[in-house]
């Protein structure tokens, strides 16, 4: 049961961090490459769609890297496991405190509504996220290890 418990959990991190390696470094690319406001309507409705489902992927994959490092304990990765469980909870972390509140203004704006800095206030997420993405990753990598 703990090694399905631990595929699940890495499968599950690692999906997310795909999901997150390809918003900063293919998706955000795209609408930003767009002509005319199409570029800032498609980053307000990314804003809201992921924005409904990635709080409870980064959650539920905290939970899953805490139960498999209480459930493995006395396993030689539990060390790496514990501090994947600590990135993840940075990211977390980072995400309520820097990047949801650029994120909640972000899926609100249209062209008729966004402020004159919006393109700022996006480069300034697209920096942070950025930094979450290398704090995932180095989450992901510690629980790859783990399961050898």
């Known amino acids: 049961?703990?090694?399905?418990?631990?595929?699940?959990?890495?499968?599950?991190?690692?999906?997310?961090?795909?999901?997150?390696f390809s918003v900063a470094f293919v998706i955000n690319r795209i609408l930003n490459a767009l002509p005319g406001d199409a570029g800032?309507?498609?980053?307000?409705?990314?804003?809201?769609?992921?924005g409904a489902v990635m709080p409870f992927w980064y959650i539920g994959s905290l939970v899953l890297a805490a139960i498999w490092a209480i459930a493995g304990w006395?396993?030689?990765?539990?060390g790496l496991v514990v501090t994947a469980a600590g990135?993840?909870?940075l990211s977390v972390i980072m995400s309520i405190l820097l990047l949801v509140p650029i994120?909640?203004?972000?899926?609100?704006?249209?062209?008729?509504n966004r402020p004159?800095?919006?393109k700022e206030q996006l480069n300034r997420?697209?920096?942070?996220?950025?930094?979450?993405?290398?704090?995932?990753?180095?989450?992901?990598?510690?629980?790859a290890a783990a399961l050898t």
């Open 103 to 112: 994120n909640n203004r972000n899926k609100t704006w249209t062209p008729e």
């Open 1 to 20: 049961m703990l090694n399905a418990l631990e595929v699940v959990t890495t499968v599950v991190v690692g999906v997310m961090v795909g999901v997150e």
């Open 116 to 118: 004159a800095d919006w």
């Open 40 to 50: 800032q309507l498609g980053h307000a409705h990314g804003g809201r769609m992921l």
């Open 87 to 89: 990135l993840l909870i």
């Open 74 to 78: 006395h396993d030689h990765g539990t």
């Open 125 to 143: 997420w697209n920096r942070w996220h950025y930094v979450r993405v290398a704090v995932l990753i180095a989450a992901f990598a510690l629980l």
